[in-house]
T-cell receptor, first 108, second 116 residues
Framework: DAKTTQPPSMDCAEGRAANLPCNHS???????VYWYRQIHSQGPQYIIH???NNETNEMASLIITEDRKSSTLILPHATLRDTAVYYC?????????FGPGTRLSVLP | GAGVSQSPSNKVTEKGKDVELRCDPI?????LYWYRQSLGQGLEFLIY????????KSGLPSDRFSAERTGGSVSTLTIQRTQQEDSAVYLC??????????????FGPGTRLLVL
């Protein structure tokens, strides 16, 4: 079973920031938070991951709360091509369990 | 560099036939994973390889499913006597190491299998 809880769907206006939440209240101290997304008919695409500190790369930012029980993926300027299902995964090692994710719809 | 590739991209077969799905991981990646995604569903983990060995085969749905990896590179997933419920997208992923906490899996585009 997935160790994370995500809203099933979200909408975001094009050009605005998309903030996708994830709850992982049972996370262990050595488990990482990974984010992937899956655009229709494609394989999952890695976005970002982190352990304790906030992380940023060219795609997104990851904000992890101090108690590590939740996190937020931020797409700073969402485009129509960011419409996808976003998966939050908590794991140590490679035991990836994908839950249903959040279906993000970026609207023009 | 090249990413994970899978072939065929689409496969239509008749019930009862055997099928072979191929995965070419990123060069140098030690770990290789197979997942299945049924229509409208999430990803279901099937099996992983560390090098050529697959320590845990419990994720395979039935004994009709088998997988092998040779030379620490290419892997094939074989489904014998296919059933209609085997219809799904079969995804392969690879990562540099296995059981390292900070490793990222890179996915291929998948093989879409349809069993008629």
């Amino acid at each position: 079973d997935a160790k994370t809880t995500q809203p099933p769907s979200m909408d975001c206006a094009e050009g605005r920031a998309a903030n996708l939440p994830c709850n992982h209240s049972t996370i262990s101290g050595n488990e990482y938070v990974y984010w992937y997304r899956q655009i229709h008919s494609q394989g999952p695409q890695y976005i970002i991951h982190g352990l304790k500190n906030n992380e940023t790369n060219e795609m997104a930012s990851l904000i992890i709360t101090e108690d590590r029980k939740s996190s937020t993926l931020i797409l700073p300027h969402a485009t129509l091509r960011d419409t996808a299902v976003y998966y939050c995964i908590v794991t140590y090692g490679q035991n990836f369990v994908f839950g249903p994710g959040t279906r993000l719809s970026v609207l023009p | 560099g090249a990413g994970v590739s899978q072939s065929p991209s689409n496969k239509v077969t008749e019930k009862g036939k055997d099928v072979e799905l191929r995965c070419d991981p990123i060069s140098g990646h030690t770990a290789l994973y197979w997942y299945r995604q049924s229509l409208g569903q999430g990803l279901e983990f099937l099996i992983y390889f560390q090098g050529n060995s697959a320590p845990d085969k419990s994720g395979l749905p039935s004994d009709r499913f088998s997988a092998e990896r040779t030379g620490g590179s290419v892997s094939t997933l074989t489904i014998q006597r296919t059933q209609q419920e085997d219809s799904a997208v079969y995804l392969c992923a690879s990562s540099p190491l296995l059981w390292s906490a900070d490793e990222t899996q890179y996915f291929g585009p998948g093989t879409r299998l349809l069993v008629l």
